[in-house]
């Protein structure tokens, strides 16, 4: 079934309950986004940067757990989406080593994207650093893992799971987590058959090909 959907004051025709971040971005609306990838069941939300107000609730909605209906109207922008996208930005920098001078994906990363297009700043300091060191896997011969770089956006993890031999998962909790092989094993010495898979759809630069 066909719906008519308004995003930003232009209707948009959609699949009835098809998801509203893929309706908005299919037709050239940029919502800043990190941890979804298109062909999930179950999106995570775990970015919290997807928010958009749509009329009729009383706070902003992830996009990526929206489904689109008939008649819906939904604003990109407002005051309490502003406020909640920054605080999941900042807080996202603050666990994240930012080295864009030495990282193979300078200007050419998802949060490098993020902060162009929404004025958000990679350098702010409002939150304290967490300031992880963790080592380095680079025992594969074609990938390496670096998890400080890591946002725990979760691509790897499902992409592994669909794609690979989920040698991949999050492990330990809260301020904690991380992503990790099964009790921290080199990724040499794991089943992983190389298809390269998590490098391709991490957004930032944890996973580059050596």
């Given at each position: 079934?066909?719906?008519?959907?308004?995003?930003?004051?232009?209707?948009?025709?959609?699949?009835?309950?098809?998801?509203l971040l893929w309706t908005a971005l299919d037709n050239g609306f940029y919502i800043p986004n990190l941890c979804i990838v298109r062909d999930m069941k179950k999106p995570p939300a775990s970015c919290r940067l997807c928010w958009v107000q749509v009329d009729g609730k009383s706070e902003p909605v992830t996009a990526c757990t929206e489904k689109v209906r008939d008649g819906m109207t939904v604003k990109l922008e407002s005051p309490a989406v502003a406020r909640l996208r920054k605080s999941a930005f900042d807080l996202l920098l603050s666990d994240h080593r930012l080295d864009c001078a030495h990282c193979v994906k300078n200007k050419h990363c998802e949060l490098h994207n993020i902060a162009h297009r929404t004025g958000l700043k990679l350098n702010d300091k409002r939150y304290r650093k967490v300031g992880k060191d963790l080592p380095v896997d680079s025992s594969h011969p074609d990938f390496t893992f670096d998890p400080n770089k890591c946002v725990l956006c979760g691509r790897c993890v499902w992409v592994c799971s669909t794609e690979g031999k989920g040698v991949l998962d999050f492990a330990y909790r809260g301020i904690k987590t991380v992503v990790s092989t099964f009790a921290g094993m080199?990724?040499?010495?794991?089943?992983?058959?190389?298809?390269?898979?998590?490098?391709k759809v991490c957004p930032v630069g944890a996973l580059y090909v050596k």
């Open positions: 079934m066909v719906c008519t959907v308004i995003i930003e004051g232009r209707e948009i025709r959609a699949a009835s309950g098809a998801s080199p990724l040499a010495e794991t089943a992983c058959n190389g298809c390269r898979a998590c490098v």
